[in-house]
């Protein structure tokens, strides 16, 4: 008997080796949790219908075409067949598995077994746990089996982001498990796992790192997964391995190194630093992602909850991008800002972390879905007087898109929490909790926002003690929150920002009912800008101003589909508020009979004197302000005869371009179909570069061939750098860069023969090629103008 126990203890002691970190409260199952009638369980059914609109065999096309299959059905377009083929099949299992857990929908259990039984399929051909759509993928693994790698931070090998790519069936297979409750997902998980340990066994750590600067998801997080579901050390050191420590490392000194950064390579890594904490037990990983949370969350993000200018982050001084660009917060980040502040509100259950999180879910997430036909948004400019576009099932794949299936089947994920035998209700939203392991059915009935109340029912099987934790809004004032029990108003400790704790004996049928009264209040952009934003209650208030000139309002297939490349309104045409800023909130009046509803006083130009605000969630199809300029009348007049003089000169220069690349930043480059070869990429004075010691080139496009000349910036304290540029292999100009005109930028135009273009076919191949010995750039904007 001593021995049977002693082999037992063996096998355990994988288990044993991962000292997880205590979690102070836990996540009910989203099959736990069922919502009522609401903006959110209207999300969730659009969504629904966006995910039964999408053909399975042609998402899983990539992935039998890679196992040497026939598949039955082409790839689908746009992003799907241009390099990230198979991303969208990841993340449309995770959505599945969410969506059935979340409604008990059998129609997703069904798609869900057909999408595993057809994975499966692939990856028992490719007969080493393999499994990925991404084209010539296993090429490249072989490659970096052996040593050899190109990374770059959207290419690795000269692929666009692979292992990003694979990162999302390796999601897309957890939570096949992890909520469609699959065996089979886990099987294959584990395998696909153990393929990654042997890619990189021969591998040191600096050539692992090296690899890790292309992005690649949170494959870090999924690895500690398998850790925490196996019991298995050896898989929580490959997400060590796989932790970027160009990131980790700064964090851990809290030391904020984040601007310029592209910020959705970087969160996933943060919530793996969090996950491999939580399995094997380091604190310091853990403070490190508190530290990047609070960075972001207080120092980055707008008043949405979302962050980010064309997919970077901005400096922390300087929101001027975020007013002006048409590519404000992204999806994907908000999507994955909520997985981070999931993870540390259940390992310290504070109120901070609910209230961001209820402000992004409103305002940002449940902002991003078109409500009647389920479209997705990509960028949310707060640019005022601007747009959103909204994907297609059948044209659009974006990141975006693959997120956004996901994010409307998990509301449900923390209206609730529990600790030992205590409840938290974090969020008011119409729902059922059935709570299994304690016999407890609570019903929330709220109206919330348009009511500011809402009615807890608790009905335990038979009597039973425990705490209800009630979340007190740091958006309420002082003394406002009221709770009843069965009628009788309670007293209780507690202030905003904390929970209030209600410890009783429950019977079945006690109703709580709790005053929830909301004000409005302001907040200005955070680098102390005059923009500011409304909010009443923790809701974002917008108002609608046209629907003109709304190009591409629902995307097509092109590969910059997703941005609303439609007219920009100049700023100093938008509607300013003129007045003090302590009179902000005395402006904004509620219109009788409509609930959530204001009028925003003092307003010019008087064209918009009839402007409402409503909750930014609801507002759809129009172009919109959120951030409102507020000026006295004398600054009015000085900035409208500046800014009509600066707005005038970019609509003249939009006019005149042709096309426009951002070198060094993702999307753009993505976008352009970069080539390259020992190219570096970075920031300057906020502004992104590219330059090589080889070559990189852009594909421009000028269908009306109308192109003329281009226009190059680069910065004048650059030295000793001397290059030519190219146009579809014919040189155009040696270029030699010497320091002298200062830390400074400036633009050169070259004049591009009219042959090229009529030879071009409309697409001109741009290319910046390094002398032998020297540096090509840096190159911080390629503007393709007209004649």
């Given at each position: 008997m001593k021995f049977k126990k002693l082999l037992l203890l063996i096998a355990l002691l994988p288990v044993l080796a991962l000292a997880q970190q205590k979690i102070a409260a836990e996540a009910f199952q989203l099959s736990e949790v069922r919502l009522h009638d609401s903006p959110f369980r209207q999300a969730m059914m659009a969504d629904m219908n966006y995910i039964l609109a999408l053909d399975m065999d042609r998402l899983l096309a990539p992935y039998l075409k890679e196992a040497g299959l026939q598949p039955k059905a082409e790839n689908y377009g746009n992003w799907e067949n241009t390099g990230l083929d198979g991303h969208i099949g990841g993340h449309y299992l995770s959505a599945l598995s969410k969506m059935?857990?979340?409604t008990g929908d059998v129609?997703?259990?069904e798609r869900m077994d057909y999408m595993l039984s057809e994975l499966k399929r692939s990856q028992e051909v490719n007969g080493d746990g393999y499994l990925s759509g991404v084209p010539g993928g296993k090429a490249i693994w072989q490659d970096i089996a052996e040593g050899k790698i190109d990374a770059g931070s959207f290419s690795l090998n000269?692929?666009?982001v692979p292992l990003y790519n694979i990162h999302k069936i390796y999601a897309g297979l957890y939570d096949a498990y992890a909520f469609g409750g699959s065996d089979e997902a886990k099987e294959m998980l584990i395998q696909f796992t153990d393929w990654a340990i042997r890619l990189v066994k021969d591998l040191s750590d600096e050539?692992?790192?090296?690899?890790?600067?292309s992005e690649h998801g949170g494959l870090n997080e999924v690895f500690a997964d398998v850790a925490a579901i196996t019991g298995d050390e050896k898989y929580l050191g490959l997400a060590r391995q796989f932790s970027h420590r160009a990131v980790l490392d700064p964090l851990l000194k809290h030391e904020d190194h984040l601007t310029g950064m592209h910020a959705n390579t970087q969160i996933p890594k943060v919530i793996g630093y969090k996950r491999i904490a939580e399995v094997g037990g380091n604190e310091s990983w853990a403070d490190a992602a508190r530290f990047f949370w609070e960075n972001v969350v207080d120092k980055r993000s707008v008043s949405i909850g979302g962050n980010s200018v064309r997919e970077h982050f901005h400096p922390v001084d300087d929101y001027s991008g975020m007013i002006s660009s048409e590519q404000g917060p992204e999806t994907c980040n908000t999507y994955n800002m909520l997985k981070l502040t999931r993870q540390l509100f259940l390992s310290d259950p504070q109120v901070k972390y609910m209230d961001y999180?209820?402000?992004?879910?409103?305002n940002h997430i449940l902002s991003t879905?078109?409500?009647?036909?389920?479209?997705?948004?990509?960028?949310?400019?707060?640019?005022?007087g601007h747009y959103r576009v909204y994907s297609q099932p059948h044209t659009s794949f974006w990141c975006c898109v693959g997120s956004?299936?996901?994010?409307?089947?998990?509301y449900g994920e923390l209206i609730y929490a529990h600790s030992g035998n205590d409840l938290y209700v974090n969020l008011f939203i119409p729902s059922t909790l059935n709570w299994k392991g304690k016999g407890l059915e609570l019903v929330q009935e709220t109206r919330f926002p348009d009511a500011e109340t809402s009615t807890l029912f608790i009905n335990p099987k038979t009597k039973s003690e425990f705490t209800l934790h009630i979340r007190y809004p740091e958006w309420m004032d002082r003394d406002a929150l009221q709770i009843k029990v069965n009628g009788k108003e309670v007293a209780f400790a507690g202030a905003p920002g904390e929970y209030v704790a209600l410890k009783r004996t429950w019977k079945k049928g006690d109703r709580v009912d709790l005053a929830l009264p909301m004000h409005t209040r302001v907040e200005q952009l955070p680098d102390g800008k005059n923009y500011y934003s409304f909010l009443h209650g923790p809701i974002v208030l917008a108002a609608k101003t046209d629907t003109l000139n709304m190009d591409g309002l629902y995307a097509d297939d092109s590969r910059g589909g997703h941005i609303a490349a439609g007219e920009k309104y100049p700023l100093n045409e938008m509607p300013v508020i003129v007045a003090p800023e302590d009179q902000l909130t005395s402006l904004v009046k509620p219109v009788a009979g409509k609930p959530m509803t204001f009028k925003l006083e003092n307003l010019s130009p008087g064209k918009f004197a009839n402007l409402e605000l409503i909750p930014f969630f609801r507002l759809h199809e129009s172009r919109y302000v959120i951030y409102f300029q507020r000026l006295s009348a004398d600054e009015l007049k000085e900035m409208d005869a500046k800014t009509a003089m600066e707005e005038a000169a970019k609509?003249?220069?939009?006019?005149?371009?042709?096309d426009l690349v951002f070198p060094g930043e993702q999307q753009p480059e993505s976008d352009h179909f970069i080539e390259s070869e020992r190219t570096n990429a970075g920031v300057t004075q906020g502004k992104h570069w590219r330059d090589a010691t080889g070559w990189f080139s852009y594909l421009l496009t000028d269908k009306n061939k109308e192109a003329g000349k281009l226009r190059i910036m680069y910065f004048g304290a650059d030295k000793d750098r001397h290059f030519c540029i190219s146009i579809n292999g014919e040189k155009l100009a040696d270029v030699s860069l010497d320091g002298s005109k200062g830390p400074e930028f400036y633009r050169v135009d070259y004049e591009i023969p009219q042959s090229i273009i009529e030879k071009a076919d409309g697409k001109l191949r741009v290319k910046f090629e390094a002398n032998p010995g020297s540096v090509a750039g840096g190159i911080y904007e390629v503007r393709l103008m007209k004649r």
């Open positions: 059935y857990a979340a129609r997703m259990k000269k692929k666009w050539q692992i790192q090296d690899m890790l600067r999180y209820e402000r992004a879910l409103y879905e078109e409500p009647e036909h389920g479209g997705f948004v990509y960028f949310t400019p707060m640019r005022p956004g299936l996901e994010n409307h089947t998990k609509a003249a220069l939009e006019l005149a371009t042709v």
